[in-house]
T-cell receptor, first 109, second 115 residues
Framework: TQLLEQSPQFLSIQEGENLTVYCNSS?????LQWYRQEPGEGPVLLVT?????EVKKLKRLTFQFGDARKDSSLHITAAQPGDTGLYLC?????????FGTGTRLQVFP | EAQVTQNPRYLITVTGKKLTVTCSQN?????MSWYRQDPGLGLRQIYY???????DKGDVPEGYKVSRKEKRNFPLILESPSPNQTSLYFC??????????????FGPGTRLTVT
């Protein structure tokens, strides 16, 4: 089973700051997804990236899939308290979905 | 409303007492799966099902059973629960599995404690 390592594990920042979360693997994934999970709820999909080098933007969130499809990053510009949550990357391995270890983000007003 | 439902939401039980956590989706999705979430370990897939009567092991299937007799339902069975199965469990469904993964819709979670 492939492993997905996320860094950092925890991140506490002030409103307005920028941040980047990384998702790395030694293996190639056919596609990669990013989810956000809030306390007491299940994860909710933010984006799916498929092509190596692909960049997708969702308002203040920018997602990039590495050229070799082994890694991905999530960049948030001008973070807001509403961005607080657990961010999870997930890669497709055959018919299974492998989740990363997660990055817990807290944004203070 | 399109949704995945799980029951119960909270469950405290004792070692060895068989239990079933139900999962149902109303989106006519082919693919369903069960995950457990533990601190520092993220979400780990227990079992998944590509369609009715088609199930397969995920990464942590030991101690669990599943069945998929109907497209909408995918119950998780713990025949003899043990304390190391104390966890937060999520059921999820998606349109289908494939090379490009479809969006996973997650249920609200079931918090299980085994004493």
């Amino acid at each position: 089973t492939q492993l997905l390592e996320q860094s950092p594990q925890f991140l506490s920042i002030q409103e307005g700051e920028n941040l980047t979360v990384y998702c790395n693997s030694s293996s190639v994934f056919s596609s990669l997804q990013w989810y956000r999970q809030e306390p007491g709820e299940g994860p909710v999909l933010l984006v799916t990236v498929v092509t190596g080098g692909e960049v997708k933007k969702l308002k203040r969130l920018t997602f990039q899939f590495g050229d070799a499809r082994k890694d991905s990053s999530l960049h948030i510009t001008a973070a807001q308290p509403g961005d607080t949550g657990l961010y999870l990357c997930a890669g497709a391995e055959g018919n299974k979905l492998i989740f990363g270890t997660g990055t817990r983000l807290q944004v203070f007003p | 409303e399109a949704q995945v439902t799980q029951n119960p939401r909270y469950l405290i039980t004792v070692t060895g007492k068989k239990l079933t956590v139900t999962c149902s989706q109303n989106m006519n999705h082919e693919y369903m799966s069960w995950y457990r979430q533990d601190p520092g370990l993220g979400l780990r897939q227990i079992y998944y099902s590509m369609n009715v009567e088609v199930t397969d092991k995920g990464d942590v299937p030991e101690g669990y059973k599943v069945s998929r007799k109907e497209k909408r339902n995918f119950p998780l069975i713990l025949e003899s629960p043990s304390p190391n199965q104390t966890s937060l469990y999520f059921c999820a469904s998606s349109l289908k599995a494939g090379r490009v993964y479809y969006e996973q819709y997650f249920g609200p979670g079931t918090r299980l404690t085994v004493t």
